[in-house]
């Protein structure tokens, strides 16, 4: 071994040493690496597991009545045309209204674009794209909820990519997915719902209809230069909203957390340009995660029932921050996997508190909807990992044994679902027993994210999650 690999070496060993060795943590990121395991890990192989991790996450500005400041950055930016991108719904609230004040008091150029649609769809995305590229944006700004920041990041990047196709840069199977490389322009984004957490990650998610299955479009590139957190935003949202995207950002937070450790991750990129935003739990999206959970606990419901509590709405719109900070690097898996076929499928139902004229099943509810029996499928791999989470939701976890990991996340899960009057299962989507490998075959092409669970999945399986989500309570 040369001097400076046993250097590294060295290096390791002291920080596996002094890694945390309890229970709660047990899913190791460091501790005894032997030098032929060392030489194994940082041997460049595209059959080897990754052995490293990149953290990104866009710029977060808080603050209540913050959204003043937007123009000024466009200014600060040089900005000569804003490309500003809204839907019909937002485009009507107050928050619009402050805004465009704010770009009109610092005479920002910009044109509107409000046609992005809820739960957007390869169609939709086009439409904003077209729209992009028929202009000379040098900027975009995003107002809205996760539809909205995502609508507006791909059409940044197909504005910025005018030859290219629109699967080049879709996720395989589907696409191409072929990594970006050229410098898009600056995006600021203004989340007005507390879940998604698009302001901090590289991704764009829209319903593919050709396959009736969600996909999207990864890249760290594709981040918000600036997110815009405004919890006067948050004021706006109806309960069911609240309710939904809250348990958007709880799925976000108890996925990341338990998905496999980035160092089990196959396979490892040759380049490191092709190293993907999802990686798999790391130590630092541990933190934000897991401190995400706290919050939830505190503020949640509260949230939800009181938009009059401000703090609570306040805190939510952050929790939104740190899960997106944390899945944006480490990934989400089977929640995520299993609710693309599940929106991408439905045919009449139309939730509550949406004003939309298509069938639609809000995002973070057909995440949560499988969450109860995705958590008890997965805790056997990592129950400290599965227990911990629990406990952070606030389950009494004192003397649990590990065989009971996923009993308790599953009825802490339920409590909350029932606590927030989700839906009775899938079944309350119009969905039956029959709709299931259509379901699973839906699901089989998300392997951007169902390879990051942590205990792999047959189609069988797949068919037995979905069938234990008929009815959840």
């Not at 990864?218 to 957190?229: D, K, M, N, T």
Request: proline share 6%; with cysteine; glycine share 8%.
């Amino acid at each position: 071994m040369s001097s400076k690999a046993r250097k590294v070496f060295s290096l390791m060993h002291d920080i596996g040493r002094a890694a945390c060795g309890c229970p709660a943590h047990s899913q190791s990121f460091g501790g005894g690496i032997s030098a032929s395991a060392l030489h194994k890990m940082t041997t460049m192989s595209s059959e080897a597991p990754d052995y490293a991790f990149e953290m990104a996450c866009s710029n977060i500005r808080f603050g209540p009545g913050v959204t003043q400041e937007v123009g000024m950055d466009f200014i600060n930016l040089g900005a000569k045309q804003v490309a500003v991108m809204t839907d019909k719904t937002v485009g009507g609230l107050p928050i619009m209204e402050a805004v465009l004040d704010s770009l009109q008091k610092h005479h920002v150029n910009f044109e509107i674009f409000d046609k992005v649609r809820v739960e957007p769809t390869d169609e939709s995305f086009q439409e904003a794209i077209s729209f992009a590229r028929e202009n000379q944006f040098d900027a975009f700004l995003a107002v809205g909820g996760g539809s909205v920041m995502d609508t507006c990041k791909a059409a940044n990047l197909y504005a910025c990519h005018s030859e290219a196709e629109f699967l080049d840069f879709v996720n395989a199977p589907i696409g191409k997915g072929l990594p970006i490389t050229k410098q898009l322009k600056p995006l600021i984004a203004i989340p007005t719902t507390a879940g998604t957490g698009s302001e901090t990650t590289g991704v764009a998610i829209f319903d593919y209809t050709p396959l009736k299955a969600k996909t999207g479009i990864a890249h760290r590139s594709l981040r918000p230069l600036l997110g815009i957190v405004d919890p006067l935003h948050t004021v706006h949202m109806p309960t069911q909203v609240a309710a939904y995207s809250g348990f958007d950002v709880l799925c976000h937070a108890l996925e990341s957390y338990t998905a496999i450790p980035y160092h089990q991750r196959t396979p490892r990129p040759q380049n490191p340009i092709n190293r993907p935003a999802y990686q798999g739990s790391n130590p630092i999206s541990d933190i934000w995660s897991t401190h995400a959970l706290r919050m939830l606990k505190k503020y949640f419901k509260r949230a939800v029932y009181d938009p009059e509590d401000l703090e609570a709405r306040s805190q939510m719109h952050l929790a939104s921050v740190f899960a997106g900070v944390g899945f944006g690097n480490a990934g989400v898996h089977l929640c995520h996997g299993m609710s693309y076929p599940i929106s991408g499928m439905v045919k009449k139902h139309q939730a509550s508190d949406y004003q939309v004229d298509h069938p639609l099943v809000p995002h973070g509810l057909s995440v949560v909807i499988t969450a109860p029996a995705v958590f008890e499928f997965t805790a056997p791999s990592n129950p400290e990992r599965h227990l911990e989470a629990a406990g952070l939701l606030g389950a009494d976890v004192t003397n649990a044994k590990k065989d009971d990991a996923g009993l308790i996340l599953t009825d802490t899960l339920k409590t909350y679902m029932q606590d927030m009057k989700v839906e009775n299962g899938i079944a309350e989507f119009g969905y039956k027993s029959d709709d299931i490998p259509a379901l699973v075959k839906g699901t089989l092409p998300q392997k951007r994210v169902t390879v990051l669970a942590p205990k792999p999945q047959t189609e069988e399986d797949l068919s037995m999650l979905f069938e234990k989500s008929m009815r959840v309570y």
